[in-house]
Structures are given as structure tokens and as C-alpha cells.
């Protein structure tokens, strides 16, 4: 690969890493996403009505087309300090990986096709979605698998880091917003009423104390915690955000079961407890022995990388919940992500750059003979 087209890249990943996008805030990036596009002579280029990004390279109009796609938004809220620092054979900011490099990763591929003179047998598109983190939901990637449903070969979603993985099985992931009402009162002179956060501490307790199964591997964090008004102010309000995951659908709605029977066991007429649904990720897998996943398998082999199947709860989700082929695969390493100190490796780009590359063209002159 191409020293100078890598170094275009890692460049364009740090010009897309200084423009904030938290969830649901994407619109500066994805603008300049859709400049980008439009600057580089990409067809149909348009933004949806959630804000994903459309770019087409025409094929030859011989097969289905191929989606890849990578998220705009990060984790990071307004105001966060996205100064970035290159070091020898290191880039730091925060979202440089998480997913910066991900989207100027559909950049290098559309340049290392032209520059290699390839036309593909089919159209590729090219997408910066929205809403990947958090409570974006995968919002973005629903909309796309709407607008594309089954019509294309594959859809492949970059990620900057994380190469070396094949994901090809979506982990199930449920959020709940739980929150509990009291009349409150004060401190002193109320005090034996009901406290909306020591309710809500009890209950954490209890979940906290559930057996999850070891396998298919179940897990459970409470990531967000509010309520109160003063110190010295019996809590009439209180809530907290509940991360549910597993390998497991079957184990993923016994968990939500058993959360969902905990409020109502804890209702009380001076307690009121609310469960929300506030986020659903759905669950599902492509077999290992799939055309799509041995290819992806291959290019990362042919690079000089040991593949490792694996799960994740990606935008690949989406599409892999429809039984749609997809998969989810890495651009570089690197360490600290959803972190102020995450940072990449620049010496894997090339790598990385060249697996997405030979996967597309191996997934346009495969899975289309199969099709």
C-alpha cells in the first residue's frame, strides 16, 4: 500500500477527529463528509432524514452492489478537548480510533481502487452513518438496511481499531432507564420517608447480587446514576442507566425478565418505580463457515494477520438481525478508546487498508457467484 495514500488517510482522520460529533450531533461532520463526497465526483450523493451520508462509486452494473459503511459519532460529549498529538508511530485524541479513522477509511478505500485502476463488477457504496453509540440505538444503520434491505451482496461496517477481528456475530444489548418517585421531604424533619436514592441503591444492591451465567457469557452495568436535589433533601427523584448483555438471546431476555420483576416486586404505595426501554441492540450471527466470513478470514491472512472470529455489538447488529451477511472488521490498533488517552497505531494502517480492500473486491467476485 501506497506510503503516501496511508499518510493521506492518517491525515484526513485527524481533520475528522477535530470536528465534534457527539450522538445525535453529528451535522458539522456528517457536512463535511458529504463535501468530501461530492469533492471526490461520487454519484447520488445525499444525506438521509436521519443524517447518514450516501456516496456511490459506479460498478460495471455486473452484480448487486456491496455497502461499507463506518459510524460519525463518538462518545464524547460538547466541549471535550479533541486535541490531537502525533508521535512516532502514534496518534492521540480522543475518537482518533473510536471511529475517525474509520471513516477516512472509506476514503483510502475509494482511493486505493482508483489509484490501482480497479473497476468493480458492481456499485459500491460508500456511508457515514449516524447513531452508532450509546443511545444512538444504531439508529443510523437501521435506516440504511431500510433503504437497502437485502438488494446488496454484503454490508461491512469499518471500525479505526480493532483489526484483526472478524466480527460476525452481533451481541444483544438491552438498556433500561429505571427511575423511582417519593413524596421526598426534609432531611430532618421528614426523616423516615421514603428516600428516592437510598430505593435506588437498594436496588442496584439486588441487582448486583443476580447469578448471571458464565456461558453463553451475561452481563450487567449500571453506567448512570442521578437524583437528589440537596444534601439536606429527602430524594423525591431518582433514576439510573442499565446496560444489559449476552451472547445468548435466550439468557438476554431471562435478564430482562428478572429486572422487569424486581420493579414490580419493589413497588410500594410510597414508591413508585418505572422501567424504561431505552435501548435494543439487536442479536445475530453469520456461520463462521459463511463465504463473507472465510473471506474477510483470508484478506486478513494475505496482510500477515491471524484473524479472530469474534462478537461485538457493532452496526453489523442490524444487519445480521435481518440474517443479512455482514461483518464488522478494523483498520489499525490501539488502546484507550471512549477514553481522553486513546490514541492509534499508524504502523498497521497500510495493513488494515489493504484487508478492506481485498475484501470488497473478493466479496464482488465471490459471494456474486454464489448469489
Known sequence: MDPLLINKVLDLAMEIQQIPAPTFAEDRRAMFIRSLFQGERL?????????????????????????????????????????VQRQPGRIYGPGIGDNSLGVAGLFGLLWALRRGGITLPGDLWLVANVCEEGLGNLNGMRAVVTRFQDQ???????EGMALGQVYHRGLG????????????GHSWVDYGKPSANHELAYFVTRLTSLQLPLQPRTTLNVGVIAGGFSVNTIAAQAHFELDLRSEGIEELSGLCFQIEE????????????????????????????????????RSLEAVGLTPVLNIGSTDANIPLSLGLPAVCIGLTAGS??????????????????????????????????ID
Not at 152 to 158: D, E, F, G, R, T
Not at 281 to 289: D, M, W, Y
Open 43 to 83: 454519484s447520488e450523493v445525499y444525506r438521509d432524514g436521519v443524517g447518514n451520508v450516501y456516496g456511490r462509486l459506479p460498478g460495471a452494473g455486473q452484480t448487486r452492489p456491496l455497502i461499507v459503511s463506518a459510524h460519525l459519532d463518538t462518545v464524547f460529549p460538547a466541549g471535550t478537548d479533541l486535541r
Open 152 to 158: 446488496p451482496l454484503a454490508y461491512i461496517v469499518l
Open 173 to 184: 444489548v438491552r438498556r433500561y432507564r429505571i427511575e423511582f418517585r417519593t413524596a421526598g
Open 262 to 297: 424486581l420493579v414490580k416486586q419493589c413497588q410500594r404505595p410510597n414508591l413508585q418505580i418505572g422501567a424504561q426501554l431505552i435501548g435494543d441492540r439487536p442479536a445475530g450471527e453469520l456461520p463462521a463457515g459463511h463465504p463473507l466470513v472465510t473471506l474477510t478470514a
Open 336 to 369: 484507550g478508546a471512549h477514553t481522553l488517552k486513546e490514541y492509534i497505531l499508524t504502523n498497521l494502517v497500510a495493513q488494515g487498508l489493504k484487508q478492506v480492500l481485498l475484501t470488497v473486491e473478493g466479496a464482488f467476485n465471490q459471494l456474486a457467484k
